[in-house]
């Protein structure tokens, strides 16, 4: 937490003097920079990955800086509950599976979307999908950047509670993982102590790859299945 606190305390400093000039260099991890013109601001949002949070869709979601990367800390909860018995479907409305058919089951794990739907019926890897602007649907390669980050254990990304065992969650990641279930393509739901993650990358016109997490062992599987199923979404920031 104090780093945290000291880190903010020297962006604002340093933002404060760099807007005397009109301008801000952001440095990117990357090795890039971003040059922004100052002029005629009245104010500055600065987000910091791990203590700034992201309002969408009615919700404050947390971050959490892993490695490079910074993600969404909670399973996205977004949209309208449709029955698991319905399609998801290419309309105005993002439409969400809830375990169960019970929607405070949302509040508790997030939303499940057949694949077409998180991706807002895009193919591209890396897509926005429905996910909030500056956000989006990470690749397979990211999830195996993920997986490196935290030396492939899994416990290291299931929150403290989920799985057992040699599965048991440790959390040392922060990432928080829940064991969501999932929503089958027959219209059921099953294994509430089983975590799936869409990725934004296909294996075929029909199926697509995910990370999923299993209740008594600590291995990251990167894996594909059927796009009509119903899986959680994290999002990867920009």
Known sequence: MKKIILLFTLVLVTTLVLAQHKTMTIYHSGGTTDVVNLSNTDSIVIFICGASKVNYGGKAYNTVLIGD?????????????????TNQTNNATIEKYCYGNIESNCDIYGGLYQWDEAMQYATTEGAKGICPDGWYIP???????????????GN?????????????????????????????????????????????????????YFLYLYYSDSVIYLIVDRKDYGFSVRCLKD
Not at 139 to 153: K, R, S
């Open 139 to 153: 690749t397979l390669a990211e999830f195996q950047t993920l997986a490196a980050a935290v030396e492939n254990d």
């Open 69 to 85: 990367q910074c993600w969404l800390k909670e399973n996205l909860n977004v949209g309208t509950m449709i029955a698991g018995g």
């Open 156 to 208: 290291a990304l299931k929150a403290i509670g989920q799985g057992s065992g040699s599965g048991a969650g440790t959390n040392t990641s922060g990432f928080s993982a829940l064991l969501a279930g999932d929503r089958s393509f027959n219209g059921y739901f099953y294994n509430l102590d089983y975590g799936y993650f869409w990725s934004s990358t296909e294996f075929s016109a029909s199926t697509a």
